[in-house]
């Protein structure tokens, strides 16, 4: 079965540090996509970052930057200079590109907590 | 610029009753897929739609219906509603930045049974 685990319930990072969010994934595909989204009480659901399983080069996105361990099937976030807007649950999921399937498979979250 | 839209943001209903949610892709595209969200989980996959075609389905029961419309606007239908029902739904579509593989979502309909 295709599964995300996010081990940390929960985690704090202190205004302009260096905070990073575990993710594992378990699959016997070798073509997917893995995503970070972020929701904040407003409830939407916001594209952090995303990075092709095919690609070797992990994906940045400005502050956020991921650390992809394709065999360790590890898929890390790295919030760098974190803001008081960084604050919300972070999501971890995954999206296979086996035809036919469509959905995306999500872990139950992170809350993160920047403290000023 | 109108990125994904639902309705109602709020709803409760009574067990036994009948839903419909409502959602409006981003202008132009033709995904819709909806995602349940338990409160202190990640959201859960119910439906995906492409040009008012079902391409896949989740692990819910046949309560659970759906359909797109000519204009790619989706309707979620639940009958019969459990407690366990109570969950923010969210709908979500292909996003112009993303490609065919990465979505931007609305901002949900909470929904409360009782």
């Known amino acids: 079965a295709q599964t995300v685990t996010q081990s940390q319930p929960e985690m704090s990072v202190q205004e302009a540090e260096t905070v990073t969010l575990s993710c594992t994934y378990d699959?016997?595909?070798?073509?997917?996509?893995l995503f970070w989204y972020k929701q904040p009480p407003s409830r939407q659901m916001i594209l952090v970052i995303r990075q092709e399983a095919y690609k070797q080069q992990n994906a940045t996105e400005n502050r956020f930057s991921v650390n992809f361990q394709k065999a360790a099937k590890s898929f890390s976030l790295k919030i760098s200079d974190s803001q008081l807007g960084d604050a919300a649950m972070y999501f971890c999921a995954y999206r296979p590109l086996t035809s036919g399937t469509y959905k995306y498979i999500f872990g139950t979250g992170t809350r993160l907590k920047v403290l000023a | 610029d109108a990125g994904v839209t639902q309705s109602p943001t709020h709803l409760i209903k009574t067990r036994g009753q009948h839903v419909t949610l409502r959602c409006s892709p981003i202008?132009?595209?033709?995904?819709v897929s909806w995602y349940q969200q338990v409160l202190g989980q990640g959201p859960q996959f119910i439906f995906q739609?492409?040009?008012?075609?079902?391409?896949g389905r989740g692990n819910f029961p046949d309560r659970f219906s759906a359909r797109q419309f000519p204009n790619y606007s989706s309707e979620l239908n639940v009958n019969a509603l459990l407690l366990g029902d109570s969950a923010l739904y969210l709908c979500?579509?292909?996003?112009?930045?993303?490609?065919?593989?990465?979505?931007?979502f609305g901002s949900g309909t909470r929904l409360t049974v009782v």
């Open positions: 739609y492409y040009e008012k075609e079902e391409r």
């Open positions: 699959t016997s595909e070798s073509d997917y996509y």
């Open positions: 979500a579509s292909s996003d112009p930045r993303w490609g065919n593989y990465g979505y931007t």
């Open positions: 202008s132009g595209h033709k995904s």
